[in-house]
């Protein structure tokens, strides 16, 4: 049961609220005072506040911001006279959801009421999903609940307390950086400088001072000293971006540097020592790069002291809703005119887990932050999407996959794993859900994972 907070130092309105109120379904609290009201918010659950504007010791504005100071997204609604407008459009602009004159008709206010508490229940439901997320699906910014990022989640657990290099590999967009943020902060280097460098950003001479910085006079422009990269991570963590777009020549200093925790500056002669660790990232296949003779094989096995594999987004389907609840959360401040936006259709579900989200991770965020802007509804449609979107979902059969020799029952199987596996992501393993998207029977969808030995991730 909702509970409403009435405000009026006159007991007959507070009896006439009351009784309307209850009528509805709401549970109310009355006060007689602004500071009787602060101390039964701080005691209770409240979901929506009603005030008069007009009141001694503290007036509705004064009560308006002390509650806002304790929880800002609450709803206020002002009830004012005609001679205090002024007052109440004040306070709408200090954040009171709206205001209505009295005496008021009785089904106006129920009316405001009724859409100001929608809008609390969306709020509440994100800080549950946001709660829910947090507690169980996140480590730092990164979110999943796939075995796979459970994975990734146990091994940053595991090495963060250390010092040793860790290598990550994924394709861009993946979230490489906030793994490396995730290693550091939850390391004792924590306090201490977190220093990123994209290696594929700048050309080799610009990126040689750019991470062991210069002396002044070391080339033309270099008016003046200045500290690299190193110097400025000492005592935490150098995050090396794109770690394969390395040169031969500054891959043989990066290993000097990690071997003896010593280098100098372009145009210097001068040793400089640090004490930094070590994280770099990569959307290439760095093994197959060493082997290819692209990369220092000494310096690879230095960085790749412990390994992390961040899966694309096409292969954690069951992080996507997740993942879409998270950035709607995020972006709701895009909507300032708009109604809070709920959710996706069914429609958007189901091509979000059919599209392959080659930009993956950072791809699915600005799809939402602009079907955010520019949804005209609550709930997030196909139209909502980019244009092209769903044209670019390819939901024909990608033969040249299947191998030549394959028979048509093998091949009919091949197809029918993975329609099971799709459907059980989408349902979040819910198998009842699953069996109703595929048209069949619980019993029967049961019978086809057990022949295909499919993992079924338990619910909860």
Same mark, same amino acid.
């Given at each position: 049961m909702e509970t409403i907070l009435v405000v009026d130092d006159?007991?007959?309105?507070?009896?006439?609220?009351?009784?309307?109120?209850?009528?509805?379904?709401?549970?109310?609290?009355?006060?007689?005072?602004?500071p009787e009201a602060i101390e039964i918010q701080k005691?209770?659950? %409240?979901?929506?506040?009603?005030?008069?504007?007009?009141?001694?010791?503290?007036?509705?504005?004064?009560l308006l911001e002390r509650i806002k100071a304790c929880d800002p997204d609450v709803p206020v609604i002002i009830m004012t006279a005609h001679g205090t407008v002024d007052k109440a459009v004040e306070a709408m602009q200090k954040g009171a959801y709206t205001y209505i004159l009295k005496p008021f008709d009785n089904d106006r206010l129920i009316l405001y009421v009724q859409k100001a508490m929608a809008l609390f229940q969306v709020v509440k439901e994100n800080r549950r999903l946001r709660s829910v997320v947090e507690s169980q699906y996140r480590f730092g910014n990164i979110i999943g609940k796939s075995k796979a990022m459970r994975d990734v989640f146990d091994t940053i657990q595991k090495v963060a307390p250390s010092n040793a290099s860790v290598l990550i590999e994924g394709e861009s967009g993946t979230g490489k950086e906030l793994v490396a943020k995730a290693i550091h902060f939850n390391s004792p280097r924590r306090d201490l400088p977190f220093v990123a460098v994209n290696c594929s950003a700048l050309a080799e001479g610009l990126l040689e001072s750019e991470l062991f910085g210069h002396e002044k006079g070391a080339f033309t422009g270099a008016v003046a000293s200045k500290k690299g990269r190193f110097e400025l991570a000492h005592g935490g963590t150098l995050f090396l971006d794109e770690i394969g777009e390395l040169s031969a020549n500054l891959q043989v200093k990066l290993l000097r540097v990690l071997q003896e925790k010593v280098f100098e500056r372009v145009g210097g002669v001068r040793p400089i020592?640090?004490?930094?660790?070590?994280?770099?990232?990569?959307?290439?296949?760095?093994?197959?790069?060493?082997?290819?003779?692209?990369?220092?094989?000494d310096l690879y096995y230095r960085l790749d002291v412990v390994h992390i594999i961040i899966p694309p987004?096409?292969?954690?389907?069951?992080? %996507?809703?997740?993942?879409?609840?998270?950035?709607?959360a995020k972006y709701a401040g895009e909507r300032k005119l708009s109604a809070p936006v709920k959710g996706v259709t069914q429609e958007v579900d189901r091509l979000f887990y059919e599209y392959t989200w080659p930009g993956n991770v950072r791809e699915l965020e600005n799809v939402i932050e602009r079907a955010m802007i520019l949804c005209p509804t609550d709930i997030i449609s196909d139209r909502d999407l980019p244009k092209g979107f769903r044209?670019?979902?390819?939901?024909?059969?990608?033969?040249?996959?299947?191998?030549?020799?394959?028979?048509?029952?093998?091949?009919?199987?091949?197809?029918?794993?993975q329609m099971i596996q799709r459907a059980l992501r989408m349902a979040d393993h819910v198998q009842a859900h699953a069996a109703d998207l595929l048209g069949i029977a619980k019993s029967g969808l049961s019978q086809k994972i057990k022949k295909y030995n499919l993992e079924v991730r338990p619910k909860g």
């Open positions: 006159e007991k007959n309105y507070l009896l006439v609220l009351s009784a309307l109120l209850e009528e509805e379904g709401y549970e109310v609290l009355t006060a007689l005072s602004g005691a209770s659950d %409240i979901d929506l506040v009603l005030t008069d504007m007009k009141m001694p010791t503290m007036d509705g504005i004064d020592t640090v004490d930094i660790r070590v994280i770099a990232a990569t959307n290439k296949h760095l093994k197959e790069e060493m082997q290819a003779g692209r990369f220092r094989e987004l096409r292969e954690r389907g069951e992080d %996507i809703r997740l993942l879409v609840d998270h950035f709607i044209s670019s979902i390819d939901n024909a059969l990608h033969l040249d996959g299947i191998p030549a020799s394959a028979g048509l029952y093998e091949t009919l199987e091949m197809v029918e794993k």
